[in-house]
């Protein structure tokens, strides 16, 4: 056979259509995605960059195919980032920018998802629209289940999901309602309910949009059509620069380039070989595509099973099933039901529509959901190579683990064939995630028992088990040994004994979660046991005993009911204020539609600079090393390379110090942490800058020590200065009173910021007096202009930073962001060229740090009814290699750490440990998400001992008049109280509490649980010049006014915030007033928007400077009081008055000296409540968040769509740092959890089912604008409602187990913990390693 471009001959051109545009590539190179040829090729950014491997959505693009043959056209979801653009040929892309744009008309889901507040940073909402959009193409009146189904992929890091659902159901068809009329009321009865309180639930109004009209849509390309229906099919060839694509015609063809490149990867989906090349460095010369090929697309009905071609994707494979099943009698579609069950959760939507049945069953991956069922099933493959065809079981390939030469390197997977279950085959599956959806197993199971007929006794028993070796596990000498048995309770132990002992799961073994997925293995068998145990009744109730309902309930899915969510604020305004006055109002983010459209800027969307270079940088590989060489000579070589930058090439400041410990842009001798940069690479592309950047040779020489926990820190003494301390009372004495003592230690865990832009700058040398131009992502100009300035030796006046916006940043984007700017900037002075520095997911996590994890080791003292009279407590937060803001964050934890409660005496201290791990950063909340927990777990731990109520000992600890704090600062706590009162109301907290005990009652296995917690959080930045703030607002002669402040847009809608407030002071419409950029040349030495201050302070900045233009406007607007906003603009031009002014704030009179403990470090209190219910299922770990009621003070809001969309996103943000964020590092100090696929933030399934967020009315702020309060991270804290809902539900297994003693919880409460907190006979059997015998996969930081 002859291969058109192999030997030589001219590569094909890719023919594909971009919104409804014809490309024709003549240069595709297989390597390139669809992501970076749509951003860097076609200037198509609306597409966006957040993981690279198909775990976040952010990239998400409709691809429709045509199959000339049944005329047939296919419309899909699909992540470009994982699909090749040789792939492509023939098809047609559809991007955000191709439905709709500011400039012709903006498509029904663009403006639903921005009117109803679904954005905020922005960054996620192309990806969220198009998932959407694929959706409604497929289903103009889709079902809420098939929208949670296609946005399951798609994370978003910033709104809570809420408003985006509430977007993307305005197009369903079903009534939004519970459809129960059972207590007189539904749940759309709402507002009929509220009527007369003066407050509103209605956010955006749906009259205003535009009807979906599928006539608008694009058609598939004509163009297309012909040419599939015309070209005759032959082999297709790109070549790119070191990779070639072939995609042959048909299966002969196949057959014979298997033969020749029978190493070469058959790639389909992409979805297993491309995060391979991309992540692991894995390179193919050659690839095969065999999707075109009809055999391995057949989807065949016969008489015994069914045939599925091995190029089908997940989603075609699901909707075969479901047709089979619709159509053949139950007793033969037991496979295919348990295959659908695993498929509803495997990956998300667009995964599934580009991933192939072949593709997941030949990777032979340990965490395949489809194997262990295939397998089980004894589903057959039909092979094919140039030898000829042959037939074998699946079962074969696991034989004797993933390197078994079952299968031939030169073997193609033609097809499978599913077969009929049996009638007394009884089969099933299980698999338990870290997060419910979109989510790889931790571990899962397929399990099939057929018995004698009319009996009990075991005929043939299969068992695979998923997640516990290298790939898919038979567990065959435990179900051989068991044939013949009953299915009775001694064959249950008996196989529970044996299966351990079968599998062998050391105590090293890669994933961690020994112990956990030990139990999981018999927790799965055991529900396997119940199961068919209810299936035998069923079948013959006289002969085989009931389940108990008690112990059945374990078998179903969570059960779910219409989701309902509310948000109450105060209705509109006061009745003097004039309908243009937007303040109060919930108006749409200012950018919303633009973040809809993909029309909104971020920073690696500004548009390539001529001559531009690539950064990419190499890090440490280790946690404590001399630099012995750096070799940096084979990367010089390397293609596109233009120079190496290292420490050498810093013209000034290489070390930045804040504190005792420097900041440090390169190492130089040294490393002290992995990830630490130690120099970087700059080419012509990002391709090559990476490439080339794999080839640099770093030769270290190991230091000791290595800190890497906090317990080595306390043993090395290792600590950043200074440390806090905080005292009142007489602890020591306190402590003889007291009729109780407890002392403890809580590990809570760090959190990654995970904002969904990953950090980037561009820097632009102007050529001129050394200026420069850098646009970041940061928080923080200023700051940037600052070290940019000082790493360069220049004055600051030469570096203008600029922002536009950010797609996030949690706190994420200060310090680091200025490191990287500078990194970035060295190589722009070196170079002399405009320099690009993008950080991929897995080096952003891997560089920049995050939450801190915090130690917290306590004694407390309490008398039996409940009140605490002593507490001392050491904190400890892990800061990683530098000080950053830890110091900041170690007084945080100490100055709100008494959350809600009076401590009358009190004793705490806090130390950063100075460790070996990438340095911690600010994150939401500054450290009182980590102390304010721990409060709470001793109120419920006093609650266990004492026997009463954790909301009793709430109660009765809760400040309830004005007093002083430990820092004598006053709190007058009645909006706390009042906040607790109507959540407790709202929350109807004692019913359901009363219900989830009646509930825990019947049900053994599953479990509910309740909590309420109260909220304090202390508004301010402790000194006050860190709280001024400055606005510049011009007015231009056609009346238009462009406003600028020291803000930073990163989706809290701070713009659209100060828009109103210039509108309000101007009088003038919004519309008539334009934010463009934050910049160091409008607005200087502003400080960074965090701690929930911008808005305060640069809302008084901006009110400042409108009241002066005002103030110099009066004498023309009271000449002439019946003119236009424009005749008084022209009027003073001609009277030559200035139409610019600065406007500015000093900040806050707050202090704390920390040498007496004493101070007014706060301005005020934001103040809350929050009750969440949950249930959890006891043998797996699993949970659901049933329902959350949040009441939360926040002033008069200034705007309450945005700021419920705040409350909300922080509140999920919490529920991730709370029950599934978690942080792994190696005993060695490598991070693990380097990209969506291992560290799992909230998505869609995570969002309470019942949600209501209430404003507390009647609530003024006399210390900021318009009586309005900072709400950007109070929420955070609330999430943990849901952990101590989960700590009740854990509670309740314990007292019924008679379970004795009290115990303690860790965050976060994964489904690992949840699990073995609930002790059974299965964690009892599942064998516990000595902690010495054995080297961990993780540790705990
Ligand atoms: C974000 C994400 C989430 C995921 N979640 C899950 C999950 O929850 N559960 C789960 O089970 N899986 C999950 N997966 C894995 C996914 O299902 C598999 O990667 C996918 O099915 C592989 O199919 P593909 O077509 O993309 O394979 P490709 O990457 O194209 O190829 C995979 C491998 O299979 C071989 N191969 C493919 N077809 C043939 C054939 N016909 N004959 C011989 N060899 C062949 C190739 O040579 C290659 O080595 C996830 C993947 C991603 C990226
Ligand atoms: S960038 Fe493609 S899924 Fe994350
Ligand atoms: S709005 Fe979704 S990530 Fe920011």
């Given at each position: 056979m002859s291969l058109p471009a192999a030997g030589g001959a001219r590569p094909d051109e890719l023919i594909f259509c971009v919104n409804g545009r014809k490309i024709v590539e003549k240069?595709?190179?297989?390597?390139?995605m669809l992501l970076s040829y749509l951003r860097k090729?076609?200037?198509?950014?609306?597409?966006?960059?957040?993981?690279?491997?198909?775990?976040?959505?952010?990239c998400t693009v409709m691809i429709s195919t045509y199959e000339p043959a049944s005329k047939n056209i296919r419309h899909y979801s699909a992540n470009a980032c994982l699909l090749?653009?040789?792939?492509?040929?023939?098809v047609a892309v559809t991007t955000v920018e191709g439905i709709g744009c500011t400039k012709t008309r903006i498509h029904p889901v663009q403006e639903r998802l921005a009117k109803c507040h679904?954005?905020?940073?922005?960054?996620?909402t192309p990806g969220m629209v198009m998932s959407m959009y694929a959706l409604l193409r497929n289903?103009?009146?889709?079902s809420m289940e098939q929208i949670t189904a296609a946005l399951a992929g798609n994370l978003c890091r910033?709104?809570?999901y809420r408003p985006i659902l509430d977007g993307c159901k305005t197009?369903?068809?079903?009534?939004?309602?519970?459809?129960?009329?059972?207590?007189?009321?539904?749940?759309?009865d709402q507002e009929d309910k509220l009527?007369?309180?003066?407050?509103?639930?209605?956010?955006?109004?749906?009259?205003?949009f535009q009807p979906l009209d599928p006539t608008q849509e694009f058609i598939f390309p004509p163009e297309l059509m012909t040419m599939a229906e015309n070209q005759p099919k032959r082999t297709l060839v790109f070549q790119g620069e070191r990779t070639t694509w072939i995609s042959p015609a048909s299966l002969k063809e196949l057959l014979e380039l298997k033969a020749k490149y029978p190493k070469a990867p058959l790639v389909v989906g992409n979805t297993s070989v491309g995060p391979e090349m991309k992540f692991k460095g894995v390179h193919h010369p050659v690839i095969i595509s065999p999707a075109r090929i009809l055999d391995l697309n057949v989807v065949r009905y016969t008489d015994n099973g069914l045939t599925l071609g091995a190029a089908c994707s997940l989603a075609v494979v699901k909707d075969a099933l479901t047709n089979t099943v619709s159509e053949l009698p139950g007793d033969k579609t037991k496979i295919f039901r348990v295959l659908l069950h695993q498929l509803?959760?495997?990956?998300g939507q667009q995964i599934r529509n580009i991933s192939s049945l072949g593709g997941n069953i030949m990777s032979?991956?340990?965490?395949?959901?489809?194997n262990p069922i295939l397998a089980v099933g004894n589903c057959t493959l039909n092979l094919a190579s140039r030898e000829g065809t042959r037939r074998i079981y699946l079962s074969d390939i696991f034989a004797n683990g993933v390197?078994?030469?079952?299968?031939?390197?030169?073997?193609?997977?033609v097809s499978v064939h599913i077969p009929h279950s049996r009638k007394g085959e009884f089969v099933s599956a299980f698999r338990q995630a870290q997060?419910?959806?979109?989510a790889l197993p931790i571990a899962n199971a397929g399990m099939r028992v057929l018995f004698a007929e009319g009996t009990d006794i075991i005929l043939d028993f299969g068992i695979f088990y998923g997640g516990i070796g290298s790939t898919t596990v038979c567990v065959k000498q435990t179900c051989q040994a068991l044939?013949?048995?009953?299915?009775?309770e001694q064959m249950l132990d008996e196989a529970c004994r044996l299966v351990l002992k079968e599998v062998s799961l050391p105590g090293?073994?890669?994933?961690?979660?020994v112990e956990y997925r030990r139990t999981l293995i018999v927790s799965f068998l055991f529900k396997f046991y119940l199961e068919v145990l209810q299936s035998l009744n069923r079948m013959d109730p006289h002969l085989y005993p009931e389940l108990a309902e008690k112990y059945g309930s374990?078998?179903?899915?969570f059960q779910s009911q219409m989701p309902q969510r509310e948000q109450i604020y105060q209705?509109?305004?006061?009745?003097?204020?004039?309908?243009?006055?937007?303040?109060g109002r919930p108006i749409m983010h200012q950018a919303g539609i633009k973040h809809a459209t993909g029309e909104a800027l971020y920073c690696d969307d500004i548009r390539a600079v001529d001559e531009e270079l690539f950064l990419a940088v190499i890090t440490s590989s280790?946690?404590?090393?001399?630099?012995?060489s750096i070799d940096t000579s084979e990367a010089l070589k390397a293609p596109g390379v233009f120079d190496i930058i290292t420490a050498?090439?810093?013209?000034?400041?290489n070390e930045f110090y804040y504190y005792s410990d420097p900041e440090i842009i390169f190492a130089k001798?040294?490393?002290?942490?992995?990830?630490?940069?130690?120099c970087g690479v700059v080419a012509d592309s990002d391709a090559h800058a990476k490439q080339a950047a794999a080839k640099v040779k770093i030769e270290y020489e190991d230091l000791e020590p290595v800190i890497l926990t906090v317990e080595e820190a306390i043993k090395h003494n290792s600590f950043f200065e200074p440390q806090r301390k905080l005292e009142q009372g007489n602890v020591d004495e306190a402590f003889e009173t007291v009729d109780q003592i407890f002392e403890g230690e809580i590990h809570i865990g760090g959190q990654e910021?995970?904002?969904?832009?990953?950090q980037c700058a561009l820097v632009v040398p102007k050529?001129?007096?050394k200026e420069m131009d850098v646009y970041v992502s940061t928080q923080h100009p200023a700051l940037i202009q600052e070290m940019v300035a000082s790493c360069l030796g220049v004055?600051?006046?030469?570096i203008m930073c600029h922002v536009?916006?950010?797609?996030?940043a949690f706190g994420g984007k200060v310090g680091k962001a200025g490191l990287l700017a500078s990194v970035a900037a060295v190589a722009a002075n070196k170079t002399g060229r405009a320099v690009r520095f993008i950080l991929d997911r897995g080096d952003d996590m891997l560089i920049t740090g995050g939450r801190h994890p915090l130690v917290g080791k306590y004694k407390v003292g309490f008398m039996?009814?409940?009140?605490?009279?002593a507490a001392d407590a050491k904190y400890y937060i892990?800061?990683?290699?530098?000080p950053d803001d830890s110091i900041l964050v170690a007084e945080v934890v100490l100055l709100k750490m008494d959350n809600a409660y009076k401590i009358p005496n009190l004793r705490c201290c806090s130390l950063a440990c100075k460790t070996n791990l990438p340095s911690n950063t600010g994150f939401r909340g500054f450290g009182f998400p980590q102390s304010g927990l721990i409060t709470e777990s001793w109120i419920t731990a006093i609650a266990a001992k004492s026997g009463l109520s954790p909301e009793k000992v709430r109660e009765i600890n809760?400040?309830?008049?004005?007093e002083q704090m430990c820092y004598t600062q006053e709190l007058d706590p009645e909006n706390m109280v009042r906040c607790w009162n109507e959540c407790m109301e709202k929350s109807e907290y004692y019913s359901r509490k009363t219900a989830v005990e009646e509930f825990n009652k019947q049900n053994y296995w599953k479990k509910k649980g309740i909590a309420i917690i109260p909220m304090k959080f202390p508004f301010g930045l402790?000194?006050?010049?860190?709280s001024q703030a400055a606005a510049l607002v011009h007015i231009y002669m056609d009346g238009s006014v462009l406003l600028t402040h020291?803000?930073?847009?990163?989706?809290?809608g701070i713009h659209t915030k100060m828009i109103q407030v210039a509108s309000r002071e101007l009088?003038?419409?919004?519309?008539s007033i334009h934010f463009c950029e934050t910049s160091t040349t409008t607005v200087p030495n502003a400080y960074a928007?965090?701690?929930?201050a911008g808005t305060d302070v640069n809302g008084m900045a901006v009110k400042d400077a409108c009241q002066t233009l005002l103030k110099r406007l009066e004498p023309i607007i009271s000449k002439n009081?019946?003119?236009?906003w424009n005749d008084w603009v022209k009027e003073a031009f001609e009277q030559s008055i200035n139409l610019s002014a600065t406007g500015y704030f000093r900040g806050y009179e707050t202090n704390m000296d920390w040498e007496k403990g004493?101070?007014?470090?706060?301005t005020y209190f934001i103040f809350g409540a929050a009750c969440s219910e949950v249930e959890i299922?006891?043998?797996?770990g699993n949970h659901k968040n049933i329902r959350t009621d949040i009441v939360i003070d926040i002033?008069?809001?200034?705007n309450p769509a945005v700021d419920i969309g705040q409350i909300e996103g922080a509140f999920v943000q919490g529920i991730g740092l709370y029950t599934m964020e978690e942080l792994k590092y190696s005993p060695?100090?490598?991070?693990?959890?380097?990209?969506p696929d291992q560290y799992k933030i909230p998505a869609i399934?995570?969002?309470?089912?019942q949600f209501s967020v209430s404003l507390l009315s009647s609530s003024q702020n006399p210390y900021a604008i318009y009586s309005s309060k900072g709400i950007?991270?109070?929420?955070?804290?609330?999430?943990?409602s849901v952990f101590f809902a989960i700590w009740d539900a854990v509670a309740a297994v314990w007292k019924e187990r008679g379970l004795t003693g009290t115990f303690t919880l860790n965050s976060p409460l994964t489904p690992e913990r949840i699990r073995m907190a609930c002790a059974d006979q299965f964690t009892e059997m599942s064998t516990k390693d000595e902690p010495e015998s054995f080297v961990p996969w993780a540790i705990s930081i």
């Amino acid at each position: 056979m002859s291969l058109p471009a192999a030997g030589g001959a001219r590569p094909d051109e890719l023919i594909f259509c971009v919104n409804g545009r014809k490309i024709v590539e003549k240069n595709a190179d297989p390597e390139q995605m669809l992501l970076s040829y749509l951003r860097k090729r076609l200037r198509l950014t609306g597409t966006k960059y957040g993981c690279g491997g198909g775990g976040c959505g952010a990239c998400t693009v409709m691809i429709s195919t045509y199959e000339p043959a049944s005329k047939n056209i296919r419309h899909y979801s699909a992540n470009a980032c994982l699909l090749p653009i040789c792939s492509l040929h023939g098809v047609a892309v559809t991007t955000v920018e191709g439905i709709g744009c500011t400039k012709t008309r903006i498509h029904p889901v663009q403006e639903r998802l921005a009117k109803c507040h679904g954005s905020q940073c922005g960054f996620c909402t192309p990806g969220m629209v198009m998932s959407m959009y694929a959706l409604l193409r497929n289903h103009p009146e889709p079902s809420m289940e098939q929208i949670t189904a296609a946005l399951a992929g798609n994370l978003c890091r910033c709104t809570g999901y809420r408003p985006i659902l509430d977007g993307c159901k305005t197009f369903c068809k079903e009534p939004f309602c519970c459809q129960s009329k059972e207590n007189g009321n539904c749940c759309l009865d709402q507002e009929d309910k509220l009527k007369g309180e003066k407050i509103s639930t209605k956010l955006f109004s749906a009259d205003e949009f535009q009807p979906l009209d599928p006539t608008q849509e694009f058609i598939f390309p004509p163009e297309l059509m012909t040419m599939a229906e015309n070209q005759p099919k032959r082999t297709l060839v790109f070549q790119g620069e070191r990779t070639t694509w072939i995609s042959p015609a048909s299966l002969k063809e196949l057959l014979e380039l298997k033969a020749k490149y029978p190493k070469a990867p058959l790639v389909v989906g992409n979805t297993s070989v491309g995060p391979e090349m991309k992540f692991k460095g894995v390179h193919h010369p050659v690839i095969i595509s065999p999707a075109r090929i009809l055999d391995l697309n057949v989807v065949r009905y016969t008489d015994n099973g069914l045939t599925l071609g091995a190029a089908c994707s997940l989603a075609v494979v699901k909707d075969a099933l479901t047709n089979t099943v619709s159509e053949l009698p139950g007793d033969k579609t037991k496979i295919f039901r348990v295959l659908l069950h695993q498929l509803k959760t495997l990956g998300g939507q667009q995964i599934r529509n580009i991933s192939s049945l072949g593709g997941n069953i030949m990777s032979r991956k340990s965490t395949s959901d489809l194997n262990p069922i295939l397998a089980v099933g004894n589903c057959t493959l039909n092979l094919a190579s140039r030898e000829g065809t042959r037939r074998i079981y699946l079962s074969d390939i696991f034989a004797n683990g993933v390197g078994n030469n079952t299968l031939m390197p030169e073997e193609v997977l033609v097809s499978v064939h599913i077969p009929h279950s049996r009638k007394g085959e009884f089969v099933s599956a299980f698999r338990q995630a870290q997060r419910q959806e979109n989510a790889l197993p931790i571990a899962n199971a397929g399990m099939r028992v057929l018995f004698a007929e009319g009996t009990d006794i075991i005929l043939d028993f299969g068992i695979f088990y998923g997640g516990i070796g290298s790939t898919t596990v038979c567990v065959k000498q435990t179900c051989q040994a068991l044939i013949g048995r009953h299915w009775n309770e001694q064959m249950l132990d008996e196989a529970c004994r044996l299966v351990l002992k079968e599998v062998s799961l050391p105590g090293s073994a890669p994933g961690g979660k020994v112990e956990y997925r030990r139990t999981l293995i018999v927790s799965f068998l055991f529900k396997f046991y119940l199961e068919v145990l209810q299936s035998l009744n069923r079948m013959d109730p006289h002969l085989y005993p009931e389940l108990a309902e008690k112990y059945g309930s374990v078998l179903q899915d969570f059960q779910s009911q219409m989701p309902q969510r509310e948000q109450i604020y105060q209705q509109e305004v006061n009745p003097e204020q004039l309908p243009r006055d937007p303040i109060g109002r919930p108006i749409m983010h200012q950018a919303g539609i633009k973040h809809a459209t993909g029309e909104a800027l971020y920073c690696d969307d500004i548009r390539a600079v001529d001559e531009e270079l690539f950064l990419a940088v190499i890090t440490s590989s280790r946690a404590h090393a001399k630099i012995v060489s750096i070799d940096t000579s084979e990367a010089l070589k390397a293609p596109g390379v233009f120079d190496i930058i290292t420490a050498q090439d810093v013209p000034a400041t290489n070390e930045f110090y804040y504190y005792s410990d420097p900041e440090i842009i390169f190492a130089k001798d040294k490393v002290i942490c992995v990830g630490q940069i130690v120099c970087g690479v700059v080419a012509d592309s990002d391709a090559h800058a990476k490439q080339a950047a794999a080839k640099v040779k770093i030769e270290y020489e190991d230091l000791e020590p290595v800190i890497l926990t906090v317990e080595e820190a306390i043993k090395h003494n290792s600590f950043f200065e200074p440390q806090r301390k905080l005292e009142q009372g007489n602890v020591d004495e306190a402590f003889e009173t007291v009729d109780q003592i407890f002392e403890g230690e809580i590990h809570i865990g760090g959190q990654e910021h995970f904002y969904m832009e990953t950090q980037c700058a561009l820097v632009v040398p102007k050529g001129e007096d050394k200026e420069m131009d850098v646009y970041v992502s940061t928080q923080h100009p200023a700051l940037i202009q600052e070290m940019v300035a000082s790493c360069l030796g220049v004055p600051a006046n030469r570096i203008m930073c600029h922002v536009k916006r950010i797609g996030g940043a949690f706190g994420g984007k200060v310090g680091k962001a200025g490191l990287l700017a500078s990194v970035a900037a060295v190589a722009a002075n070196k170079t002399g060229r405009a320099v690009r520095f993008i950080l991929d997911r897995g080096d952003d996590m891997l560089i920049t740090g995050g939450r801190h994890p915090l130690v917290g080791k306590y004694k407390v003292g309490f008398m039996n009814d409940g009140r605490i009279v002593a507490a001392d407590a050491k904190y400890y937060i892990n800061g990683g290699c530098t000080p950053d803001d830890s110091i900041l964050v170690a007084e945080v934890v100490l100055l709100k750490m008494d959350n809600a409660y009076k401590i009358p005496n009190l004793r705490c201290c806090s130390l950063a440990c100075k460790t070996n791990l990438p340095s911690n950063t600010g994150f939401r909340g500054f450290g009182f998400p980590q102390s304010g927990l721990i409060t709470e777990s001793w109120i419920t731990a006093i609650a266990a001992k004492s026997g009463l109520s954790p909301e009793k000992v709430r109660e009765i600890n809760m400040y309830k008049e004005t007093e002083q704090m430990c820092y004598t600062q006053e709190l007058d706590p009645e909006n706390m109280v009042r906040c607790w009162n109507e959540c407790m109301e709202k929350s109807e907290y004692y019913s359901r509490k009363t219900a989830v005990e009646e509930f825990n009652k019947q049900n053994y296995w599953k479990k509910k649980g309740i909590a309420i917690i109260p909220m304090k959080f202390p508004f301010g930045l402790c000194t006050r010049f860190l709280s001024q703030a400055a606005a510049l607002v011009h007015i231009y002669m056609d009346g238009s006014v462009l406003l600028t402040h020291g803000g930073i847009e990163m989706g809290q809608g701070i713009h659209t915030k100060m828009i109103q407030v210039a509108s309000r002071e101007l009088k003038i419409p919004m519309s008539s007033i334009h934010f463009c950029e934050t910049s160091t040349t409008t607005v200087p030495n502003a400080y960074a928007s965090v701690a929930s201050a911008g808005t305060d302070v640069n809302g008084m900045a901006v009110k400042d400077a409108c009241q002066t233009l005002l103030k110099r406007l009066e004498p023309i607007i009271s000449k002439n009081p019946k003119g236009t906003w424009n005749d008084w603009v022209k009027e003073a031009f001609e009277q030559s008055i200035n139409l610019s002014a600065t406007g500015y704030f000093r900040g806050y009179e707050t202090n704390m000296d920390w040498e007496k403990g004493e101070g007014h470090p706060f301005t005020y209190f934001i103040f809350g409540a929050a009750c969440s219910e949950v249930e959890i299922d006891c043998l797996t770990g699993n949970h659901k968040n049933i329902r959350t009621d949040i009441v939360i003070d926040i002033g008069c809001s200034i705007n309450p769509a945005v700021d419920i969309g705040q409350i909300e996103g922080a509140f999920v943000q919490g529920i991730g740092l709370y029950t599934m964020e978690e942080l792994k590092y190696s005993p060695e100090g490598v991070l693990y959890t380097r990209g969506p696929d291992q560290y799992k933030i909230p998505a869609i399934c995570d969002l309470p089912e019942q949600f209501s967020v209430s404003l507390l009315s009647s609530s003024q702020n006399p210390y900021a604008i318009y009586s309005s309060k900072g709400i950007g991270e109070a929420g955070m804290f609330l999430g943990c409602s849901v952990f101590f809902a989960i700590w009740d539900a854990v509670a309740a297994v314990w007292k019924e187990r008679g379970l004795t003693g009290t115990f303690t919880l860790n965050s976060p409460l994964t489904p690992e913990r949840i699990r073995m907190a609930c002790a059974d006979q299965f964690t009892e059997m599942s064998t516990k390693d000595e902690p010495e015998s054995f080297v961990p996969w993780a540790i705990s930081i």
